[in-house]
């Protein structure tokens, strides 16, 4: 059963959110190359950085809560190191990946920072890379680990905010 799970988590270290996201900022700043798009009258304003900064400090508090939780309980974010149990406190009472949540929210903040819309545009297709790629595998292993305890939290806690 521990080769199998092992197998199971260490199948995708190459495939990370780092890797989703910082992928989607690498063709948002190409495509910007080619094809400069702006916030129109508010670029080169503060309202850009007023609307930026907190998304990415609120995002960034999330993220460094939710890891502080997984440490907490013995967990791990990193992919392919097994899971021992379901974290279903902090964050997690109210969404079952808050670290994509914050990362999300640092992603829009950046958008609005740096003044580069294609990120946002970008945005929606990044999440539905992360709810394939990532979620919906990291939900497979979970039900079949933790069985009916994971089918619960899945019912009683939404997978985003």
């Known amino acids: 059963m521990m080769v199998q799970e092992q197998r199971k988590t ?9 890797l989703v996201f910082g992928s989607a900022l690498v063709v948002g700043v190409i495509i910007d190359y080619f094809q400069p798009l702006s916030f129109g009258n508010l670029s080169g304003t503060i309202v850009l950085h007023l609307i930026g900064a907190p998304l990415l400090l609120l995002g960034g508090a999330v993220i460094v809560f939710a890891k502080r939780e997984l440490q907490r309980y013995g967990e791990s974010s ?11 406190s902090g964050l997690y ?3 079952r ?12 903040g950046l958008a609005f920072g740096v003044d580069m819309p294609w990120f946002l545009i970008l945005l929606p ?20 680990k933790f069985g009916e ?3 619960h939290y899945k019912r009683t806690v939404r997978r985003w905010f």
């Open 10 to 18: 260490k199948r995708k270290l190459f495939l990370t959110a780092d």
């Open 149 to 151: 305890e994971y089918l």
């Open 78 to 88: 990193e992919p392919g190191i097994p899971t021992s149990g379901i974290v279903n």
């Open 93 to 95: 009472r109210y969404s």
């Open 125 to 144: 297709l990044t999440l539905l890379v992360t709810q394939i790629l990532l979620i919906y595998p990291e939900e497979r292993y979970l039900e079949a």
């Open 97 to 108: 990946n808050p670290l994509y949540a914050g990362l999300t929210l640092c992603f829009a």
